[in-house]
């Protein structure tokens, strides 16, 4: 999409000062997020110290058979999306490869500013610039968007397609409503590629999906254009998915007889796992009203929706804002023009809003997986106050009031943040023998899979605790590719674990016959969280017959 500022006739093409205003901000946005970053230091989270510095070091060197499950459950993700970071990570020092990866998420500010300058009606070209810019700005300001900058989530990095296919259908609305069916047919098509993306990297971007497929349906366009849109975009959909996603889903098909392992398993019914389907269903509500007051409850306790604390009320002030903006449309006379805003543009924004939220309320209720709802909030909010039966004068005060409040009351969290250092990953390597001959063994349930890349590479990872799989299991065909993989070794073991998990992971290698040798125990420190230990194991000489 061209940052140029999209225009829909001479007599609102922007001057000179506007467009100018539009380009400095596209870039200053994305690099002020670049400093933020710098400030709150270098990414440390959970999930990039078990699989996602992992995953892409396993892919790009062919590991997935070498090693098992070292990073549990997630070893099975498409690694696809982590590759970029990956060899940025260890091709820049990294402050400049979490810059780069800031930079990036901050352009998330492009769709939302091109979004808000198509809808709004504003006749001042250089003041629809700014409010545009300011509403885009409060859009990336959020409390769960701005704890990722920086991060591997990458909740706000295919947040891009979902934005981006919402602008281009903004940007090229009367070709897709007005004009020849065939360049119709082609924009839908584009914008199904791009929110198809998100998915294609992120499965649980099939909310976007949905909402942007289904959210023709609400344009005001005869009905067999807006079906013909919807298929067609769904196409494109299928289509993106298939191309980012395919190459694994079809690699976990042949392997394991299933597309989605170990999802949907219950489906599938793959040996090797068991018949489940692998849901998080930590975060649900357990009770339809509480489903229904979700907004409420994790604005109240983020912990409600995830795994820190942090405050942002952007969702829930959509969620009030939405029905009362269907009552008041409803009852407002169709000839009240909107006093901001092109009122088609605006039922079908807040329609994909309205899916987008409905989908994951469904589906997930873990609130890094809605940053996009979050940073589309304040513009929908905007529109919606502006269907209220009030005067420009009053929907501007409250518009302000309303966008000052969700910005005043935002607390940032994080996900885990360490001093910079110069690579991504650094840690004092432990002293290996004889690595030709070596399996060293994971145990305890805290990421591992960080520090696998920077051993020798001839060494195999064999996790013996998971989420996915324990040495005992008997649901799991994998509980015997453990048992295979640790009793044929023939050669030097190693346990490696975080520190207080040291205990039960001898209690694992003892499942097996073997012995943690304690005295052997050194400590493993890294740049990015807890100790581990690392143990020589022992089998224990056969009893003379």
């Known amino acids: 999409m061209t940052l140029s500022i999209p225009i829909r006739n001479a007599a609102r093409a922007p001057g000179r000062t506007a467009r100018l205003s539009a380009w400095v901000l596209a870039l200053a946005v994305p690099l002020g997020f670049v400093l933020l970053n710098l400030f709150m230091g270098q990414d440390a989270n959970w999930d990039l110290r078990n699989y996602h510095w ?50 990036v998420q901050g352009l998330n500010f492009v769709p939302l500013f091109a979004l808000a300058y198509v809808i709004l009606r504003i006749d001042r070209p ?4 700014w409010t545009a810019a300011a509403i885009a700005l409060i ?40 004009g020849p069916p065939r360049a119709a047919l082609g924009w839908a098509f584009s914008a199904g590629l791009m929110v198809g993306a998100a998915m294609g990297f992120k499965q649980p971007s099939v909310i976007y999906c949905i909402a942007v497929c289904f959210g023709f349906l609400a344009a005001p366009a005869p009905w067999s254009r807006r079906v013909a849109l919807t298929l067609v975009c769904g196409i494109g959909i299928v289509a993106a998915v298939a191309a980012l996603s395919g190459h694994w889903m079809w690699f976990l098909w042949e392997t394991h007889g299933n597309p989605l ?58 969620y009030m804002a939405l029905p009362v903006a269907a009552v008041a449309g409803a009852l407002s006379r169709r000839d009240r023009p909107h006093p901001f805003a092109a009122p088609g543009t605006t039922r079908w ?56 409040m969700l910005q005043a009351t935002t607390v940032w969290g994080t996900w885990g ?44 990872f064999v996790r013996l605790q998971s989420n996915f799989v324990q040495p005992d299991s008997t649901d799991n065909g994998y509980s015997e590719v453990l048992r295979r993989r640790v009793m044929d070794h023939r050669g030097d073991y190693f346990m490696i674990a975080t520190v207080p ?18 005295d052997s125990c050194q400590v493993i420190h890294n740049n990015l969280g807890e100790p581990h230990s690392f143990c020589a194991v022992r089998r224990p000489p056969a009893e003379p017959r």
């Not at 040291?502 to 040798?517: C, K, M, Q, S, V």
């Open 139 to 178: 859009g990336v300001l959020g409390g769960g968007n701005v704890s990722q900058i920086g991060t591997t989530f990458h909740d706000n990095t295919v947040s891009l397609g979902f934005l981006g296919a919402l602008a281009l259908i903004a940007i090229k609305w009367e070709s897709l409503f007005d």
């Open 417 to 460: 943040r360490s001093d910079w250092t110069t690579k991504v990953v650094e840690f004092n390597m432990p002293e290996i023998p004889d690595p030709d001959h070596t399996m060293v063994l994971i145990g305890g349930y805290q990421p591992v899979g960080h520090l696998i890349p920077a051993f020798p590479p001839v060494i195999p």
């Open 261 to 318: 392992h170990p999802y949907y398993n219950n489906i599938f019914k793959s040996p090797l796992g068991a018949i489940s389907d692998y849901k998080d269903l930590h975060y649900h509500p357990k009770t339809a009203w509480e489903r229904l007051a979700l907004p409420f409850r994790f604005s109240a306790d983020p912990l409600i929706s995830g795994e820190i604390f942090f405050r942002d009320y952007r969702i829930l002030a959509l």
């Open 349 to 404: 924004l807040l329609t994909v809003a309205a899916l987008s939220y409905a989908a994951w309320a469904w589906m997930f209720c873990i609130y890094r997986y809605a940053v996009p709802i979050e940073m589309l909030a304040p513009l929908c909010v905007v529109l919606a106050l502006g269907l209220l039966p009030v005067s420009r004068a009053v929907w501007l005060s409250v518009a302000c009031a309303v966008l000052a």
């Open 126 to 129: 250089v003041t629809r610039v």
């Open 501 to 518: 998990d040291t205990g039960i992971a001898a209690d694992a290698a003892a499942f097996y016959g073997l012995r943690l040798d304690w």
């Open 54 to 103: 992992y995953n892409a070091y396993s892919y790009l060197n062919g590991r997935f058979f070498l090693d098992v499950v070292p990073a549990q459950t997630p070893s099975f993700y498409n690694p696809t999306l982590d590759i970029p970071f990956f060899l940025l990570g260890n091709a820049l020092p990294a402050p400049a490869a979490y810059g780069v990866l800031a930079f």
